[in-house]
């Protein structure tokens, strides 16, 4: 089972340049997340989705885009990186079958912009 | 805005003892719920006990207990026997009922000596 995954696990950017973190789950859940983890900051969310075709802006929205045009994926966009990006991405869903329900995180991208 | 503050950015425990973690929480909602997450070296985030916020009973999971006293919005982990595999970063977190923000706190690092 493989749950959450992530891909890629690490990166590595120069300032400007793009790129797109995928998100893929196999428990048919509705409910995706995607946070940053910075040292002593704890995880802080930058986009949610509560299913297929909408998405929602988190508390640091600011330079990412996001997309889930399937159940399955949610994509995190990165249009011109910057070094202020530098950190640990995580990718996490939930089922909103029941309210108390876990998230299920994957293992998260290193993302270093230099 | 919900928030969760966690006091302690560092903890050690020698193996065997009990090592208490705290947490504490700021929300308007009457019906939220509460866990804590353990990410050790691998970086993966796992669920170690959860709570909601309309039991009284204090949620345990074998050596893990939580000390939830609603009033004072206060859920504290308590690790019992500790193991050097508890060794990890432990984070608090919240959910109101009714979102889908899952609010972190910044985490508390364990360490626990043999």
């Known amino acids: 089972n493989a749950g959450v995954t992530q891909t890629p696990k690490f990166r590595v950017l120069k300032t400007g340049q793009s790129m797109t973190l995928l998100c893929a789950q196999d428990m048919n859940h509705e409910y995706m997340y995607w946070y940053r983890q910075d040292p002593g900051m704890g995880l802080r969310l930058i986009h949610y989705?509560?299913?297929?075709?909408?998405?929602a802006k988190g508390e640091v929205p600011d330079g990412y885009n996001v997309s889930r045009l399937k159940k399955q994926n949610f994509l995190l966009g990165l249009e011109s990186a910057a070094p202020s990006q530098t950190s640990v991405y995580f990718c996490?869903?939930?089922?909103?079958?029941?309210?108390?329900?876990?998230?299920?995180f994957g293992q998260g991208t290193r993302l270093t912009v230099v | 805005a919900q928030t969760v503050t966690q006091s302690q950015p560092e903890m050690s425990v020698q193996e065997a003892e009990t090592v208490t973690l705290s947490c504490t929480y700021d929300t308007s909602e009457n019906n939220y719920y509460l866990f804590w997450y353990k990410q050790p070296p691998s970086r993966q985030m796992i669920l170690v006990i959860r709570?909601?916020?309309?039991?009284?009973q204090n949620a345990t999971e074998n050596r893990f207990s939580v000390n939830f006293q609603k009033a004072a919005k206060s859920f504290s982990l308590k690790i019992s026997d500790s193991q050097l595999g508890d060794t990890a970063m432990y984070f608090c977190a919240a959910r109101q009922g009714g979102s889908e923000k899952l609010v972190f706190g910044k985490g508390t690092k364990l360490t626990v000596n043999p």
């Open positions: 989705s509560v299913g297929e075709g909408t998405t």
């Open positions: 996490a869903s939930r089922t909103g079958t029941h309210t108390n329900t876990e998230a299920f």
């Open positions: 709570q909601e916020a309309y039991k009284q």
